[in-house]
């Protein structure tokens, strides 16, 4: 069985990395070079960089800016964020990504997922499906950065970029974007058991066991968040140490140490001395 992803998301607005809330309000942070050096160092799996007004501008991402920060990627970067033909992809990977990310030029000329597909195989290919959530409690899929209904379902939009070839789904639910209530279960539980390929959770994470719920009740591939990174210094460390505990496979490829998997009042990741950790393993065995 593949192991679990955590997945850091980057929005991008203006060359500034932003927290987002509702689509609506956005918080700077800062330049995108040191929260790259941040999360890689910190054993994130995979970095998703999404530039939200690319589209909007009519130009595909920085590919100036997007060379600088891959020579500090060590880990698989998608990019996303106004791709809208094999040219793009082919350089936007000449300069450093791994994967793409489409979503508004997708959803409007669908081949461009097959496209994409056919040159440079279905693992390249991301489809960031944005949702929001009636008052009635349907679902219905919007694109340009949340502004413009489609009247499509996120299911029925999901099944139908899989048909097309697409690798992997990047949900994220617009109604909880921000809100630190953590993943839309029932919208992300909807789409993962209609489609056979991978679907990455995103939206709403304000606790650190929201990751593990996005797994554990929903079936998620992936469990991926932008704000929450940019709370605390370890904040990759905790979501993999708690993820560890609900007894989810993630990847542990850092200096961190989680061998304790206990947390103080704070919820931060505890040290244990060396008799600890002695007894730890014995119980282990």
Known sequence: MLKKRLIACLLVRDELIVQSFG?????????????????????????VMLDMTATARGTGPNLEVLEALSEHCYVPLTVGGGISTVSDVRRTIRAGADKVCVNT??????????????????????VSIDCFEHSNGSYEVFVGSGKRATGMSPVEWAKKCEELGAGEILLNSINRDGSRMGYDTKLLRSVVEAIKIPVIACGGVGRMDHFSEGVLECGADAVAAANIFQ??????IL??????????????DSLAKYDSREFDENGRLLMLSTERLLDVDLRKK
């Open 23 to 47: 689509f609506k309000k956005f918080l700077p942070i800062g330049k995108p070079r040191f929260p790259i050096e941040f999360l890689v160092k910190w054993s994130v799996d995979e970095i």
């Open 105 to 126: 030029h997708a959803f409007d000329r669908p081949a461009l997922i097959t496209d994409i597909a056919d040159s440079f195989g279905s693992q390249c290919v991301v």
């Open 231 to 236: 709370h605390s210094e370890h904040s990759t």
């Open 239 to 252: 979501a993999k140490a708690h993820m560890l505990k609900s007894g989810i496979d993630v990847r542990l």
